[in-house]
């Protein structure tokens, strides 16, 4: 941090709303530059701060911190904060992945305590209690799953109130706490949760990469790889995706892919950046690149339309909240997936996207203490 900004809150704004009314994750440098040049953004969150400053007004009572922790296949994110309305985060900590499934009991625990740990450290706290947290975890659908995880979070005092659930409804609670609506993540996997204002749930996708996760990253990247390889054998006309793969892979030629993917033995996680590629190429008109966004967009929109029609929303007025990497970070696909909704007769009332699904943690952590 420069001389100038320490000592200093930081802006910790978690979405913005463009000049549709809807909303939209606001990236890291939008504390600095002002609004995303896709709309005159304006806040629509309280300011917090971060960092051993905010904690200097006096003694903290940790009873009155709240936790709100995000834990899936790429990484975990913890945020501790204080407030009247846990409006203030005062320390942040990440660490790697938590998904019991992807990396084990033990690597999740481990990672899970890296990023609680840092997140005290960043506000210059000793680790205590909180009075309450929320871990939204991959992975943690069934009792049996949460079992040890849940054991470890009492054993360690992580919070005198805790609740764990799966990180798909973190997002729930960012813009759907008390009305009806679904959430899509669409990552290294992808997965649809709805609430209906009843209290009923229900969920479609989230089957992993060997039979699920249809239009995630890991699909399109796979799916990419796989038009590369048909235009190398003649199978398919050129793409740009065969060159484009090459050079990430430092490949000369395209039998090296082979070696380059399966020797290697590339995460599923790092697979799934290689999407990137695919969205690269759509952009300079490739016709493979194109036809595999709008399946993925398709298959994505049936997850949607499923949970629409399991919960029995209105399909004419959908409040969606969208989040992970690919969701985030790439607009040509949220275009599509409207478009792919709107044949399947989905009309959107109103678009949210999270870049941080902690946030919904940290909310719900903020509920638990309230009540």
Not at 226 to 246: M, N, T
Request: hydrophobic share 45%; aromatic share 4%.
């Amino acid at each position: 941090m420069s001389g100038a900004g320490r000592g200093r809150a930081i802006v910790e704004p978690l979405w913005w709303r463009g000049e549709n009314g809807h909303r939209g994750a606001s990236p890291e440098y939008f504390s600095s530059r002002g609004s995303p040049s896709t709309g005159r953004g304006r806040r629509t969150t309280p300011r917090g701060t971060c960092g051993p400053a905010a904690a200097r007004g006096g003694a903290v009572n940790h009873s009155e911190l709240i936790l709100g922790v995000d834990g899936g296949g790429t990484r975990s994110l913890a945020w501790l904060a204080s407030g009247p309305g846990g409006d203030q985060v005062i320390g942040r900590g990440q660490a790697g992945p938590s998904n019991p499934q992807a990396v084990g009991v033990a690597a999740a625990i481990a990672n899970l305590e890296q990023a609680i740990g840092a997140a005290f450290a960043a506000a210059g706290l000793s680790r205590g209690a909180v009075g309450a947290a929320c871990l939204g975890l991959a992975g943690v659908d069934r009792p049996s799953d949460r079992a040890p995880i849940e054991q470890w979070a009492v054993q360690t005092a992580i919070g005198k109130q805790l609740k764990i659930v799966n990180d798909a409804m973190l997002l729930l609670q960012v813009d759907l706490p008390d009305t009806s609506g679904v959430a899509l993540i669409v990552g290294t996997g992808s997965l649809a949760v709805g609430c209906h204002r009843d209290g009923r749930t229900a969920r479609s996708g989230g089957w992993g990469h060997l039979f699920g996760d249809e239009g995630s990253g890991y699909a399109i990247a796979v799916a990419g790889l796989r038009a590369a390889a048909q235009a190398a054998d003649g199978r398919a006309p050129h793409s740009d995706l065969l060159p484009r793969f090459l050079a990430a892979l430092d490949c000369r030629e395209p039998a090296s892919l082979v070696p380059a993917i399966y020797q290697s033995q590339l995460p599923r996680a790092q697979i799934a950046a290689l999407a990137q590629l695919v969205f690269a190429a759509s952009d300079t008109g490739d016709p493979a690149a194109i036809a595999i966004l709008a399946q993925a967009a398709s298959a994505l929109s049936e997850m949607v339309s499923a949970v629409i029609q399991r919960l029995d929303l209105d399909r004419q007025q959908l409040r969606l909240v969208l989040s992970g990497g690919v969701a985030v970070n790439q607009p040509i696909l949220r275009k599509t997936l409207r478009d792919a909704l709107g044949h399947r007769g989905v009309g959107i009332e109103s678009l949210t996207v999270v870049a941080h699904p902690v946030v919904g943690a940290v909310a719900a952590a903020q509920r638990m203490l309230s009540h």
